[in-house]
């Protein structure tokens, strides 16, 4: 790949009746094809999967975490190994959370101004102090494609007064990114936030924008706030952010909320929602959810989904799967992960081609009413 082309976001198709692209994004370990689900590696690996089964998946970037991996096993033994890629023998793209988020979840064991954050650990209780550039220089040693400025989560609800404190502080942090990231090969994003108040996203985003980072990332949404309340930021958002950069919506990947995303112009999403409902027996098919825990099940020997092409569902059945968790075997947890991450990978393919064929409203349908009923 030649250098013009690094980091370059390049649009293949819009849809003339939403606002969803199809686009590819160059990055140092491949191209990403968009839009795309990106399954959580928070600690250096998607949990149950293997980096050969990601593949087998068609998954072309995974998410690590900052926050964990410099607590656990540090970044020193990360760069000793060649980098999280070679640490975690993934030759695709890796981005990497800035932690800010687990940061500001710690809420009782952590203390923010604006030079960084002072936490302590939830491994341990020790105390760390968190700055922008100490962020970037972990990201920088990790070696991820695309790395997170560090910015200020908020919950929902926030009083706007909160929210604006927040929000400044999150743009003069991403300014100190900036200034502290060096690596060439590696892609820096600004995140907006502003929680569901127009006007501050409005002025995150311009601010953002004259910084010019090569990606955007929404921040702040699925933490509580109404459907209504996210699309609406959405919107606006898609109005302001360069058409030129992919967006990035952060932690959000239930199946309607990804489509209702791109139909918003969004590329990338991520949740750990598909891995974790898996280990808990809970599947997602072409008719909705299905726990496979349920009696019902016991002697039912169709595929989890009918409509599915996955290993899983051409080699096993509900029933056997059923099994598996009464058991406790963690064959249980492996297969129906197999079978969540391939339902979000393929359902982001298929909203890809969709927007290039010209049928994307059908699908967006489609998703409406077979997941509309459903709460994340």
Not at 13 to 22: D, I, K, S
Not at 122 to 131: E, Q
Request: charged share 25%.
């Amino acid at each position: 790949m030649g250098r013009d082309k690094l980091f370059s976001y390049e649009i293949i198709a819009e849809c003339p009746h939403t606002g969803a692209r199809a686009g590819k994004f160059y990055t140092t370990h491949g191209v990403i094809e968009m839009p795309c689900f990106m399954p959580v590696g928070t600690q250096a690996t998607v949990k149950a999967m293997a980096p050969f089964e990601l593949e087998a998946l068609g998954a072309r970037i995974i998410l690590g975490n900052a926050y964990h991996l410099y607590l656990r096993p540090g970044v020193d033994v990360i760069e000793k190994a060649g980098g999280l890629h070679a640490f975690m023998g993934w030759d695709r793209a890796i981005l990497t959370d800035s932690g800010g988020f687990q940061v500001f979840s710690l809420a009782s064991l952590r203390r923010v101004s604006d030079e960084g954050v002072e936490f302590q650990s939830h491994l341990d209780g020790s105390k760390h102090f968190l700055t922008p550039a100490l962020v970037m220089a972990i990201e920088e040693a990790i070696g991820s494609d695309i790395a997170m400025c560090f910015d200020e989560c908020t919950t929902y609800p926030i009083t706007e007064e909160g929210a604006k404190e927040a929000t400044l502080r999150t743009i003069k942090w991403a300014g100190l990114c900036k200034k502290a990231h060096s690596r060439r090969d590696q892609a820096l994003f600004g995140i907006v936030q502003g929680s569901v108040f127009p006007s501050l996203r409005e002025y995150c985003c311009h601010s953002l924008v004259d910084m010019d980072f090569p990606g955007y990332a929404i921040g702040g949404l699925a933490v509580g706030e109404p459907k209504a309340l996210m699309h609406e930021v959405l919107e606006l958002l898609n109005k302001l952010l360069p058409k030129t950069k992919p967006r990035y919506l952060m932690g959000v990947g239930h199946p309607l909320d990804m489509v209702e995303g791109i139909a918003r112009g969004v590329d990338m999403f991520d949740c750990v929602l598909p891995t974790r409902n898996a280990r808990n027996g809970s599947v997602l098919t072409s008719m909705g959810k299905l726990n496979v825990r349920r009696k019902e099940l016991k002697e039912d020997f169709s595929p989890l989904d009918p409509n599915c092409s996955c290993y899983v569902c051409r080699n096993f059945s509900r029933a056997y799967i059923r099994h598996l968790h009464k058991a406790g075997e963690i064959l249980a947890s492996r297969l129906c992960t197999w079978h969540n991450l391939h339902f979000m990978l393929d359902l982001a393919r298929k909203a890809r081609r969709a927007i290039i064929d010209g049928t994307f409203p059908d699908l967006l349908e489609h998703c409406r009413e077979v997941f509309g009923d459903e709460a994340d």
